[in-house]
């Protein structure tokens, strides 16, 4: 299947400029590290076929090229081809994921700063997505790499929020009116929107709600929190192939899998036939899956102690540390991370922990952001 790279190369006046594929060199990246990861090899293998997806989609919108002096031409070489990012900054990134406080974004063993107020890092296989206010208080959206290079992306006017897919190089959000909800898929590499689609809106009222668009490979979940519905989206080719209404509120989507709340109890679902895969039971906070959909994280409630890993397929309960904080998420390879005092630590699905300190970080003073958490307010 043609690369991603060598299409819009194509586009560009027929001009061939072959590079590496940044993909296949972060996997080449993992192989090498010392230390074993468990699930490196899924996102990498998830992330060359979800790529394969969204070439398809680009062929088929049949846009007419715009013109050199058009400022949102997205099909010019120096805007289309991202750079070749060092394989060892992208093993870096999957294996230490991102985090941010006083405006500075850690990615990998890199750093990216900005002055603007930072409210989300969405994760993506190309870099994090940097959600941060501009000079007007508007959000903007960065692109930062694993490198610590970074594009400002030029996603329309409305976007408040996006969700990233750690294993494919796009992002997704959703706008929510008295009439319809729509969704919308953008490749961030290309900076360009590469499929959406809209739907009636059921009654929902959007009262300035932040709507959560959840993107795994080529599935959107949409969680409607006031009637306790989701709606998943599937799309192939450029085109819309299911659109499925569905009870009980999502909080993530992962590996095929969702989270999902209905009748106060938690429960690991199917995202293609929304079968039960592991109950969860009642818990404080929401459990959160890991990139391949295999593992869940439970963080512990607000002033307790003690998150847990669950095995979906096993149900073999992981106790973590008794001091994780409820600000928990996953790295793209596969590890939870968590602040604790003044230090980070991550932990192997299995329980096996290891902690790093955060140079100039203050609990008094800084706010801790990881990645894939939603920071409201």
Known sequence: MPELGDLLHERVDGVDVPRPDVHAIAQRGRRIQTRRRRTAGAVVAAAALVVGVGVAGLTATGEAPRSDSDPNRTDRIADTVPPVVDAA??????????????????????????????????????????????????????????????????????????????????????????????????????????????????????????????????????????????????????????????????????GGRTVVLLDRRWSVRDLETDAVVRDLGTTSMPPV???????VLIPPAPGGSGATVIDVASGAVARLSDDAATVAAWTPGGRVVYRVDDFLERCEPDGRCEASDLDGFDPGQHNLLVGDYLQVG
């Open 89 to 254: 900054a992208q093993a870096a990134y999957s294996d230490l994921g991102v985090h941010s406080f006083a405006g500075t974004v850690h990615i990998g063993e890199a750093t990216w700063r900005t002055d603007g107020v930072i409210s989300h890092l969405a994760q993506t296989s190309a870099g994090v997505v940097v959600q941060h206010a501009g000079e007007d208080d508007e959000p903007r959206f960065t692109l930062v790499r694993p490198d610590g290079s970074s594009r400002a992306l030029r996603l329309p006017d409305g976007v408040t929020h996006v969700d990233g897919d750690p294993t494919s190089p796009r992002i997704a959000w959703a706008i929510l009116d008295d009439t319809t909800i729509s969704v919308h898929v953008w490749d961030v590499e290309a900076d360009r929107e590469i499929w959406s689609d809209s739907q009636p809106n059921q009654g929902e009222k959007p009262d300035g709600q932040v709507i959560v668009a959840e993107l795994d490979g080529d599935t959107v979940q949409v969680a409607l929190a006031v009637r306790g519905l989701r709606v998943d989206w599937s799309f192939s080719q450029g085109r819309t192939t299911k659109v499925v209404f569905r009870d009980g509120v999502s909080m993530g989507a992962r």
């Open 289 to 295: 899956l890991s990139p391949d959909g295999r593992s």
